[in-house]
C-alpha cells in the first residue's frame, strides 16, 4: 500500500509500507577477538520504490529492538525481555514486586521487559531459578525480613556483636 504523499528523501521516488528481509547483527566483544553473531528476519517500514532507502519508526522500530534485544541476550546467556516477562508473570509478581523479590531498583522489571536494560547473569539465573522452582519465592521473602537476632558473630572474632540501634 502507498503512502499518501510522502516521497524520498534521498531521491524523491514513493514510499511504500511493507516488510523487508533484513540482517540484524550483534558484536560480542571480548578480551582478544569480536564475535559478530547475526539473525535473519522481516522489517516493516517505510521503503522506496525507486532506491530502496528504508525509513522505520514507531511500531515499526519496536520490532528491530525486540530482534536486537533477544539476538543480545541469546549471546550473553541471559533471558530475553519476552523470557523475562513470561516468567514474572507465570509467577504471578507484579512488575514493582519483581523488582523489590529480586533486586535491580524498583524499575528492573520495566527496563527488563522493554529491553532498555539487560539484567546480569547472576539475576537472569535468580530469574530462571525461580520459574523452575516457584516455591523458592517464600525462602527468597523471608530472607529478605529483617532479621530478628540483634547479634552477629564474625569470622575471626571472639564472640558476638551486638547491633545497636542509634537514634540521630
Request: charged share 25%.
Amino acid at each position: 500500500m502507498c503512502t499518501e504523499d510522502k516521497k524520498c528523501a534521498v531521491c524523491g521516488g514513493s514510499l511504500i509500507h511493507e516488510e523487508r528481509d533484513r540482517t540484524c547483527r550483534y558484536t560480542k566483544k571480548t578480551r582478544n577477538k569480536h564475535e559478530v553473531y547475526s539473525v535473519q528476519y522481516h522489517q516493516p517500514g517505510l521503503w522506496c520504490t525507486t532506491c530502496g532507502e528504508g525509513y522505520i519508526k514507531g511500531d515499526d522500530q519496536k520490532v528491530h529492538n525486540a530482534v536486537f534485544t533477544t539476538l543480545r541476550s541469546k549471546v550473553e546467556g541471559v533471558l530475553s525481555p519476552t523470557e523475562i516477562q513470561c516468567i514474572r508473570e507465570n509467577l504471578g509478581l507484579s512488575k514493582r514486586k519483581a523488582s523489590l523479590l529480586i533486586g535491580g531498583g524498583h524499575n528492573a522489571f520495566q527496563k527488563y521487559e522493554t529491553g532498555e536494560v539487560m539484567p546480569s547473569k547472576s539475576t537472569s539465573s535468580l530469574i530462571r531459578l525461580l520459574g523452575a522452582r516457584p516455591e523458592l519465592i517464600s525462602v527468597l521473602t523471608s530472607l529478605q525480613q529483617p532479621q530478628q537476632d540483634k547479634h552477629i558473630h564474625l569470622p575471626n572474632h571472639q564472640g558476638d556483636v551486638k547491633i545497636q540501634t542509634v537514634s540521630a
